[in-house]
């Protein structure tokens, strides 16, 4: 399956990593280095992102993807008889293949709200489950599992998510923030949640590499120190441990190098925003509105056979008989001239 | 921790990848890709590899490191009744924070001599299993695990791979054999086990990137097709599907054009030669006398001090009150200067 | 907590077993037997059940409860990357704390209709997977889940059994009746499915004991041969293969000589149908209309009280502000006397 | 298989209950109880355990099987990331059928001396556990298992139960005792460990009564209130909770009334002692010098093949090629007229 000559929006980690990196990668490649993370380069990315977070006592960790990393911190925090509250259209609850029950935990699913938990409705959900008389009987909610952006491109405000912490701290269980894509939040004007405040109110979280710069690699982030004893032999019983731990290290110390993590998504939402602009203008419907660098629109049929030919993109899900919902999404690395061949294919297809 | 100072034979990954590698990583970092090995690059890969292990019909997968591949290969294998047999010291054993207790299997282990298993105490084994008036209370023995070379650098010879093969074909099990180091395997002159003699004899094994050449990555092969389901989903399941999976095809396709591969070993195969003569004029005992690029030297307490401050090793095990086991490994990247530096610091130390 | 002063109605396993069991039990107790079922009794049992199920070929097994047979028989038919499908009421779904998730698998759910699944939403979602571009990321539906009765009390159709057979069919996966109740729907007028039409769709079932007229037991049947490779291990492995078998074969063996297990709960159905009558009668709300022994009440707060000090009975989950629904269940126990009084007391509450 | 013209001494869980316990069956078999535990019986028979035990505020559960046991126990007090050591024969090592994997822990083993574990290797392993510069990488032993009486019928000695609880508390881990075959200790003049002393001893320890005078079950106690919250549920997520809890809690309420599990043993004791005095008379050879309820004897084949025609014993293993080791087990329900048949036909096979 070759997508080189098609425009590439079917996902944000279709490029390989941000120049800096390849860069760092090429200067160290022959430095010997221990290996797991025990090296100067990976203590060192920890240091900034600590600051970055305004946590200094926080323990980061580097682990390798997403679903990788949402199993191995789920499986750290909960207890075995305990499961993980989630959004019925979380990625762990649908994209991760069983990865949370291969650890032996169910992810307890509430209706999302575009692609969000409310945070009343979790609260009424723990208060629920601790007054049910067949509690003992029922796997009880040990984590609350929130996705920045959610897997619908929305964000949370500020308030939502003190308040869920909150409900967290009420019901003492802790919260978990998956930033997969995390720089598209922050490089979004209507983001109101910082590194800061989402370090204050989880207690675990992970800053998204893979699809944000690195060839790969997310950032754990546990803001309380000790919060999870034994992380690293976790890691390695998930098989989540990579040898060359350094190579994570480079890459996130080379994001939290002058700012760079917090402005590098900056093109891909200013091109997600020109591309919504024009599928408004002509003539397409958006399935969600959303401000981060996915972009959701219904698509007739037709028009997307056409689309086809010249654009890689995501299918989403059947609409009607008649009609496809797909996904475009931008990256760090979408070009102003890819957008604007990507607006002459839509305006060309539209007609 | 630092090591910048010492010399660099700790292990053997400790340092990038070979520079043809990085050449091509640089050349694609910006060519859009589809994900999870689905791309042009990842299906060439697979098709060297195919040739070189004359298994035309295999299918290769890439992972990323060697635990999260044992874990995922033994879990597709085994049916939830079943255990592996491995040598005691085997890396399944010993050193993966127990992945495959995690995914419910039971580690079945027999006596290594000189890390190996021997195919007729495996026989026996099995053989003592099915005439066990108690079997159906014991876990079954659905594999068995071997490592090429050895945890302990040893290697099978071809007339023993050919009898274990005989053996698991007549008891019903698959035979599987971790490559990690194969590539120190290939560079040996005392090795008899080729690529296609290991794809004939085994129903999976997995040719090691991580210690071989790349920066990361394991190609597992199943020389027969379809011998394991739903193998994409279950390493999604595991956390071990790479979203830039093309990052792994690139690295194997580099190490399987015009036979890398089989050659990348040689220099650390002569490194190790060097260092084991070296070591035994200087009076130093080898623990284990092994062909690979491992070197296990039973070192006196007193000695080892001073070669800490110039060398860095890997502490193996405590011999007795006065002497230490050490392990110093070579590597593809090992230079004749660094060898020549590493006996120097040896002669000293041994005075 | 004592209820002896209290009417039973909490639940249908309030009591011991019936008389002819207990009989047995006693005049058993000091003759020797092998263990782990494969005692005389137990094998006279399962070709009892053979022959009621009209499956001469069958493989029975007895285990203890019904969340320890539901968790071993689903662990035992699905693939490690396999969920299975149920009614998001299930048992399996909600009141077994995880148990299928502690063996690795998602609980797939669909929104019940009275507590059951209906056909054509299963089919439909399976056909949804199965073209679904993600199912490769995603859990694989791997057996479907259904009891009967379910949950509520309520009654699959045969035509409704014979048609999910059809999509399991058609869908190659099997399908698994949780027989729990089993009895009260074998003596119930409106039941269409008898023990052959299960065993002729289904491919595992239980029949139940604990709720049924035994002191403890459940029997698995799957009725074509080898169904389920090696499921003495795999009970032995879940901790559900009792030692002294011979006392879960002796139980079966009475319930299925002369037919009793079909009799057997005809008691409870009259006594349910003559509570249901009453209680409309008296001007209460039945939360669920349902032929078999549970009954669901939708009970005002303050009749609640003064009814719990008289009644034994299940809190199912508030109704609103001011109702709750409760549920009564008959037994084979139940005596005509405990119905009359239960009537009395709840003449009583309702003025 | 049938074995009812065989003198039955294969196990010791061949025959039912103690008459007292079918006594208060019959008696109670009408009478409506809550479930799972919370009725009055079993809070009666846990007082009385905690008497027995001298520790008054002992949390005590009730379960099934030995196996189911062990498991549950086993992963309510590991974290994830832990294993439990045991004797290399220990239970849980061999004939588990893998119970402890499939909760995602590996069995550690240390070499058995007739059946038992040695403090000081136990101390040995912990200590060299805890300075091994790769423990990060290895499954951390995070409790001590052992059985008493042993696999073998061996008894700890109080020093060496003294040393072990010592050494777990130095390297702080618990220290579980499986009391499978308890009663047959309690009842051994040679037996130095009581119940209060185990409960000192130990963080957690089973009595057990499916081998010593029930029909089923086992009694867990935790000395110490809340050392493993939330059993009930792990109980249920296992398949282990009971629904009639009260059929438990009436069997252990009556082994505990009239000190009657303290003596219920000695004909256990009293027919062994006869039995391996007499086999020595007759020449025969003990594989093992136990002191409790079983016997170890190595058979020669011919012999052996005569005594299968009269007695029905427990294959243990091959000796050699002629020669093949049994278990002859007693029980509470060995008549003295049983044990004379036994010596008659011993010493008619002798000849």
């Known amino acids: 399956m070759s997508s080189s000559h098609l425009l590439p929006f ?29 090296d100067a380069i990976s203590e060192a990315a920890r240091a900034k992102i600590r600051a970055a977070c305004q946590c200094p006592d926080a323990d980061v960790y580097f682990l390798v993807g997403g679903t990788q990393t949402n199993a191995t911190v789920i499986d750290a925090l909960l207890a075995s008889y305990q499961g993980v509250v989630a959004a019925d259209t979380g990625h762990i609850s649908l994209h991760e293949a069983g990865a949370i029950e291969f650890g032996g935990h169910k992810v307890l699913t509430l209706p999302h709200h575009s692609g969000k938990l409310r945070p009343e409705e979790v609260n009424a959900y723990l208060t629920a489950f601790e007054a049910d008389g067949n509690r003992d009987h029922m796997v009880m909610p040990g984590m609350v599992y929130i996705s920045h952006p959610t897997e619908y491109g929305t964000l949370y405000t500020a308030a939502e998510l003190r308040r869920l912490h909150e409900i967290c701290q009420a019901h003492k269980i802790p919260l978990f923030l998956d930033g997969a894509r995390l720089a598209y939040a922050l490089a979004c004007p209507e983001n109101e949640v910082s590194l800061p405040l989402i370090a204050a109110c989880c207690d675990a979280f992970y800053i998204g590499g893979t699809k944000c710069g690195t060839l790969f690699g997310e950032a754990v982030v546990f803001p309380q120190k000790d919060r999870a004893p034994h992380f690293f032999t976790i890691m390695k019983q998930h098989g989540a441990l990579l040898a060359k731990g350094w190579l994570l290290g480079l890459q996130f110390d080379t994001l939290f190098t002058d700012g760079l993590y917090e402005h590098l998504g900056r093109p891909a939402i200013q091109a997600a925003d020109t591309i919504r602009n024009a599928l408004q203008q002509y003539g397409y419907h958006l399935f969600f ?57 839509l305006a060309e297809t539209a007609r």
Request: net charge negative; charged share 20%; proline share 7%.
């Open 10 to 38: 079917a996902s944000d980690y279709m490029e390989g990593a941000h120049p800096a990196i390849l860069k760092r990668l090429a200067e160290t490649n022959r430095t010997p280095m221990p290996g797991y993370g025990t």
């Open 289 to 345: 509105k959303t401000p981060t660098n996915q972009i959701f629109v219904i698509m007739p049929n037709e028009q997307l056979d056409r689309l086809a030919k010249e654009v890689s993109y995501s299918f989403w899900e059947a609409y009607d008989a008649e009609h496809t919902v797909i996904r475009l999404a931008t990256s760090w690395a979408t070009t102003p001239e890819e957008t604007q061949q990507l607006l002459a294919v």
